[in-house]
């Protein structure tokens, strides 16, 4: 088993804000998705890491950036917090395409 | 781009009951994941089902895949209070993207 760990749980900043959460998975997984989940809404992939040292774009990828530092974390900066962005951000994993994938726990973003 | 959709918002049973939620897409797919996702926690995959086959089983939860209609179900026998949940439907077609509904809130009374 494995584990999917992000960090911070809760985030609070201000309008205009540079912010940074981070995520570690300890399952050994080539790719990791950055989710952001609107309350009462599904999630939207933000943006996506085939392997370590690769980015993609997902459906929402305007106003952050992401960084696979390593194999094991990927991190996603809201470049400019704004006020309609309290949401909360996801990282997953999973082993390749059309595979599993693995949750993290979240974090909840409120801008002020 | 793809878009898959629970069709109802949200469903209430009683403990004991059997419930079915329904999905449905709308392009071409490789398989169709469903997921729950508890209050405060992750989405957590239940059961995966490819294009060729029509039906998956977990434990108390049922899948069945209709292709030709675009649609999915998910039923769950015998429920219990803790599958109190969100659960969304994913799609795929072969690529690393997964494409969420917007999902159906599950609520189980004891």
């Known amino acids: 088993g494995g584990i999917i760990t992000q960090t911070p749980k809760f985030l609070i900043g201000q309008e205009g804000q540079k912010l940074t959460l981070k995520c570690q998975q300890n399952?050994?997984?080539?790719?990791m998705y950055w989710y952001r989940q609107d309350s009462g809404k599904g999630l939207r992939l933000i943006y996506y890491?085939?392997?370590?040292?690769?980015?993609q774009k997902g459906d929402l990828s305007e106003g952050y950036d992401a960084s696979r530092e390593k194999k094991s974390s990927f991190s996603l900066t809201v470049t400019s917090a704004q006020k309609n962005e309290m949401a909360v951000f996801l990282c997953?994993?999973?082993?390749?395409?059309?595979?599993?994938?693995?949750f993290g726990p979240g974090t909840r973003l409120t801008v002020l | 781009s793809q878009l898959a959709e629970e069709n109802l918002w949200a469903l209430s049973v009683h403990e004991g009951e059997s419930v079915t939620v329904n999905c449905s897409y709308k392009?071409?797919?490789?398989?169709l994941q469903w997921y729950r996702q508890k209050s405060g926690e992750g989405p957590a995959q239940l059961i995966l089902?490819?294009?060729?086959?029509r039906e998956k089983r977990n434990g108390r939860l049922r899948a069945t895949l209709d292709t030709s209609s675009q649609s999915s179900s998910l039923s769950i026998t015998a429920t219990r209070c803790e599958d109190t949940a969100v659960y969304f439907c994913?799609?795929?077609?072969?690529?690393?993207?997964?494409?969420f509904g917007t999902g159906t809130s599950l609520l189980v009374d004891p």
């Open positions: 997953a994993s999973s082993m390749g395409d059309t595979a599993e994938q693995f």
């Open positions: 392009t071409s797919i490789t398989a």
């Open positions: 399952f050994n997984h080539d790719t």
């Open positions: 890491s085939i392997t370590e040292n690769d980015l």
């Open positions: 089902i490819r294009s060729n086959e």
């Open positions: 994913a799609t795929d077609n072969m690529g690393y993207k997964l494409t």
